[in-house]
């Protein structure tokens, strides 16, 4: 089983940008789509979007302004490019393949 790692999250100012990487053991060239969630402090796990096998990608509607998603098939890694960052995206960030192989999560904060 193919385990996924995020890295990239860390403490940014609110209008700062991060770029999250979720890093696969193995080959991603199978997986027809790679998603991406966070969890804020006492919140439930929220969808944030997701890239297809093919790079099409779609986005919640409370970040496709400001982040975008892709895939490096090569690399074996999906991108979550974030922008504008508000204190409200601070949360824990996980990669998700269905059904059930998630990654161990990379904390971002936003704050001053």
């Known amino acids: 089983q193919v385990q996924l790692m995020e890295s990239g999250g860390g403490l940014v100012q609110p209008g700062g940008s991060l770029r999250l990487s979720c890093a696969a053991s193995?080959?991603?060239?199978?997986?027809?789509a790679m998603w991406w969630y966070r969890q804020a402090p006492g919140k439930q796990l929220e969808f944030l979007g997701y890239v297809t096998d093919t790079g099409t990608t779609s986005l919640a509607g409370s970040v496709k302004d400001r982040f975008t998603i892709s895939r490096d098939n090569v690399k074996n890694t999906m991108y979550l490019q974030m922008n504008s960052l508000k204190p409200e995206d601070t949360g824990v960030y996980y990669c998700h393949v269905p059904p059930g192989q998630w990654g161990q999560g990379t904390q971002v904060t936003v704050s001053s």
């Open positions: 193995g080959s991603i060239f199978s997986f027809d």
